[in-house]
């Protein structure tokens, strides 16, 4: 089946802790993102890479990390920096091409606890 | 910066009755505007996609309007069902491949 896989499902930080958020497609997808979504609130953009090894920051970039080494992969690293790291995360994908019918996909998300 | 909102916030109908979602955006410059239903604990899933250049789409008991230039599309759910009962959100794609999101109508159906 073609999708998103975000892994792992639940996940507990530590205090100065560096954790990865994982995110697989297999969409052929030239796009990735990173979201941050928090109660009662919108998501919110962290970083977003259109093409292997070129990322850009979104609205809330600071305590977070990516990389785009292949089309499929895009990890998110929730570093020490993140003061208030505790919340649902999402991760999407997709294409480029034919902009105007473009529609984005979403895994299933990781919820993040700091303990 | 595009700004999107969604009201109400929250929303309670008795199983049958019409569903009517709300969605506004502060610029009009998009390139086209997506539903999507969130359940609790769980991703989103697209439902319908609209072109910036389309007035409405349709699925099954699905439709969605889109007003570009007053910056409002509307999401209407037909004949609700206890399974409609979920987290509806819209996004616009503005011109540089970003989304933008609204912060979501919560929608319950009483059976």
């Known amino acids: 089946d073609g999708g998103i896989t975000q892994s792992p499902k639940y996940l507990f930080r530590k205090e100065g802790q560096n954790v990865t958020l994982s995110c697989e497609q297999n969409?052929?997808?030239?796009?990735m993102y990173w979201y941050r979504q928090d109660p009662g609130q919108g998501l919110r953009l962290i970083y977003y890479?259109?093409?292997?090894?070129?990322?850009q920051k979104g609205d809330i970039a600071e305590g977070y990390s990516v990389s785009r080494e292949k089309k499929e992969s895009f990890p998110l690293t929730v570093t020490s920096a993140q003061k208030n790291p505790t919340a649902f995360y999402l991760c999407?994908?997709?294409?480029?091409?034919?902009?105007?019918?473009?529609?984005?996909?979403f895994g299933q998300g990781t919820r993040l606890t700091v303990v | 910066k595009q700004e999107v909102t969604q009201i109400p916030a929250a929303l309670s109908v008795p199983e049958g009755e019409n569903l009517v979602l709300n969605c506004s955006f502060t610029?009009?410059?998009?390139?086209?505007l997506q539903w999507f239903r969130q359940d609790p604990g769980k991703g989103l899933t697209s439902l319908l996609l609209?072109?910036?250049?389309?007035r409405e789409q349709t699925s099954g008991r699905l439709n969605a309007s889109l007003d570009k230039s007053s910056g409002r599309s509307t999401l209407y759910i037909a004949a609700s069902q206890p399974g409609d009962s979920a987290t509806y959100l819209c996004?616009?794609?503005?011109?540089?491949?970003?989304?933008?999101f609204g912060a979501g109508t919560t929608v319950t159906v009483r059976a």
């Open positions: 969409l052929n997808h030239d796009a």
């Open positions: 999407a994908s997709s294409s480029i091409q034919e902009i105007l019918n473009t529609e984005a996909f």
């Open positions: 890479s259109q093409i292997v090894n070129d990322f």
């Open positions: 609209i072109q910036s250049s389309q």
């Open positions: 996004a616009v794609r503005p011109d540089d491949y970003k989304l933008s």
């Open positions: 610029d009009s410059a998009i390139y086209n």
